[in-house]
């Protein structure tokens, strides 16, 4: 029960944090996210922005959606576990949550905390694709508020979920690829190359987030066309869901392209991966040493 208090009490630490990491981050997802738009190079898109769009500050469009999502997602997922486990406990005769239950109960609630966070993934992913469109198509969101307000709006609150299911899709892919890829590369490197146990753990980190990245980008490819495609003269979207999507892209690129921006969003995924490593280990060191100090402090 102790550690479960101190571990909730570092999450808004944590998420902070990650907020921060998040926001350093935030030009490699704006590159991404041109380049599955057909927009060029990653260093065509970023000399572009540099010199038509205002400079440094237009890398970071988007950002108050990217921020808000991650506490959003956060709490939901949090409150929703809760209230799961406390349902499924109840209904156990008050016994602990199997193992199969946990991972039914933790799947549950990562789903709908992914779902509550989408709207705010459409308005990052429509401002920082905004540029991209010719001046009269351009919707100009001002922040995350007035593009949720805007989508609503004009277009409907079904709207706020376009790209649900590329989204949760790729959401399991990553998490499927992370967490399947870290033990066995954990090991490998460990035990059959010899490397020290933080060596082994930064390096499982990066060769997981790469099968990660490699299971989920079709996925967030998919998701970024329905986000951001607008009607024809005619009221006419270019893609009617998902499977429409895939199957034009298929045919007009073929899978390179469903891997457009793949090195922006890896090295992205595992800077964020590695940064929140960090962070968590230095929070546990220090953690310790509070806890060590007042242990001292109570035996005198």
Known sequence: MGNEKKRKNMDPVKTGLNMLSVSLLQPMDIIKVRMQ??????????????KTEGGYAAFYRGLSAALLRLPLHKAVQA???????TTVTGDNDRKPLSLGQKVMVTSTALTIG????????LAEIRMQADATFPTSKRRNYTNVFNALHRVVADEGVR????????????????????????????????DSLG??????????????SFIGCALSLPFDYVRTQLQTMQPDAYGKYPYTGSFDCVRKTWKT???PMFYSGFHFYFFRFAALTTISWFITKQLRRLDASISEKKITIKAR
């Open 114 to 121: 992914w779902a509550f966070s989408i709207p705010t993934q």
């Open 159 to 190: 709207v706020l979920w376009r790209g649900s299911v590329p989204e949760i899709a790729k959401q399991y892919a990553l998490t499927t690829g992370c967490f399947s890829g870290y033990p066995p590369s954990f090991r490998y490197l460990k």
């Open 37 to 50: 738009l057909g927009q060029g190079s990653g260093a065509q898109i970023a000399s572009n922005i540099l």
């Open 253 to 255: 690129g073929g899978l």
């Open 195 to 208: 490397f020290g146990v933080t060596t082994s753990m930064i390096g499982a980190g990066v060769i997981s």
């Open 79 to 85: 409150g929703s576990y809760s209230i799961i486990a």
